[in-house]
């Protein structure tokens, strides 16, 4: 089994920026694709970015230029650095864990591993 713990929301204005952070741990090994989905209020869970153990990186339009996706392998944890944030970028964002690579089309239905969530709340 893997476990996955983000971490870094909070509310901030817009133009700001926040990191998330998301700790593995367990079988880790088994991961081949980590990434970000979020969930706004009354809305799916959508793709936001993921990184394969190749570091290849794949982002949602929302998400290009903007938000960067990053590793560190040597303390399983993974993080999103989210730039320029904007109100439409409210949402409780997910970690997300795969054994298989998975790009932009990675769905929420298919993820493996999830983490807790962690708010994220951008005030205009």
């Known amino acids: 089994q893997v476990q996955l713990v983000d971490s870094g929301g909070g509310l901030v204005q817009a133009g700001n920026s926040l990191r998330l952070s998301c700790a593995a741990s367990?079988?880790?090994?088994?991961?081949?694709?980590m990434g970000w989905f979020r969930q706004a209020p009354g809305k799916e869970r959508e793709f936001v970015a993921a990184i394969r153990r190749t570091k290849d990186t794949y982002y949602a339009d929302s998400a290009k230029g903007r938000f960067t996706i990053s590793r560190d392998d040597a303390r399983n944890t993974i993080y999103l650095q989210m730039n320029s944030l904007k109100p439409e970028d409210t949402a409780v964002y997910y970690c997300?864990?795969?054994?298989?690579?998975?790009?932009?089309?990675?769905?929420?239905?298919?993820?493996?591993?999830w983490g807790q969530g962690t708010q994220v709340t951008v005030s205009s």
């Open positions: 367990g079988r880790t090994f088994s991961i081949f694709t």
């Open positions: 997300a864990g795969d054994t298989i690579p998975k790009g932009s089309t990675w769905r929420s239905e298919t993820v493996d591993y």
